[in-house]
């Protein structure tokens, strides 16, 4: 058996998130939190300046009169995507690496995510309810646990067979995995455990990490649709999270669509 903190905390030698992404999450966990303090935060980061700006003005924000300042660009785009734009410009070399023991090339796993985090930001369209902003974070990270399973196998003694590694690879809980590194970088609990169950989120210890998982397996199943290689994540939706949600099959197909469309500007905005 393996030790999976031990592999988790080998992967957090990653670069560490910044201090904007840990600040805007920190400032949105909090029950008393104001639009100023995230303003503030941002307007120190010129780069999530520039990105936040151009997401405003983008069709998938629903542009129609250009947008030039932070506080504008804020109210636009929402708390929720402002935080998977922020942790996504953290993240971006590392999701972007190539997993070739999982049969990851260059930026699947990048554009797997960030069509999570875009089909997340549409479910309230197609849902009857918002999902809560953490969400946003946990979409964005939900398979950073892959990461974890690359380093720790590729790390394996010389002469290890490639049937051994990719044996040990397939059987490590990757969403575990990712749920101990997002506590790592002491993310709330929400987000560990709307990471760690979001293959299952039945299984989550209380409501609001079930509620976070519920998203982010709607969200994950509708970046594995539109296209990518993430097949060794075949997340099935079950049935009781589209019972909370009341997302039927047509709203999901409508989700699907919507997030394609408009899932290469989004990407755009990062280059």
């Known amino acids: 058996m393996h030790d999976l903190a031990q592999i988790a905390r080998g992967a957090t030698e990653m670069e560490a998130l910044p201090g904007t992404a ?93 069509a999570a985090a875009l089909a997340l930001s549409k479910t309230a369209e197609h849902c009857d309810q918002a999902p809560p902003a953490e969400a946003f974070v946990a979409a964005l ?67 609001e990490g079930a509620k976070v998982a519920d998203f982010v397996a709607v969200a994950d199943c509708v970046a594995q649709r539109i296209g990518g290689k993430l097949e060794i994540d075949a997340n099935k939706l079950q049935r009781s999270t589209t019972t909370r949600l009341n997302l039927t099959r047509s709203r999901f197909t409508a989700l699907c669509e919507s997030t394609a469309a408009s899932l290469d500007e989004v990407l755009a905005i990062y280059s």
Not at 36 to 58: C, F, K
Not at 62 to 86: C, F, K
């Open 22 to 114: 840990l600040r805007l999450t920190s400032i949105i966990s909090t029950d008393d939190w104001m639009i100023a303090d995230i303003v503030d935060t941002i307007r120190h980061d010129l780069t999530l300046t520039g990105r936040l700006i151009r997401l405003a003005n983008s069709a998938a924000s629903g542009a129609i009169a250009e947008i030039s300042n932070v506080d504008d660009a804020v109210m636009r785009v929402g708390t929720g995507p402002l935080l998977s734009l922020a942790l996504g410009a953290a993240m971006q070399g590392e999701l972007s690496r190539a997993v070739p023991i999982l049969g990851l090339d260059e930026n699947d796993l990048w554009r797997h995510s960030v």
């Open 141 to 207: 990270l939900h398979d950073v646990g892959f990461l974890a399973v690359d380093r720790f196998v590729t790390s394996a003694p010389e002469g290890t067979s490639a049937h051994a590694m990719r044996f040990t690879a397939h059987q490590l809980d990757h969403a575990l995995l990712g749920g101990m590194i997002a506590a790592e970088w002491s993310l709330s609990d929400s987000v560990q455990q709307g990471i760690a169950h979001h293959d299952a989120p039945d299984d989550a210890p209380d409501p």
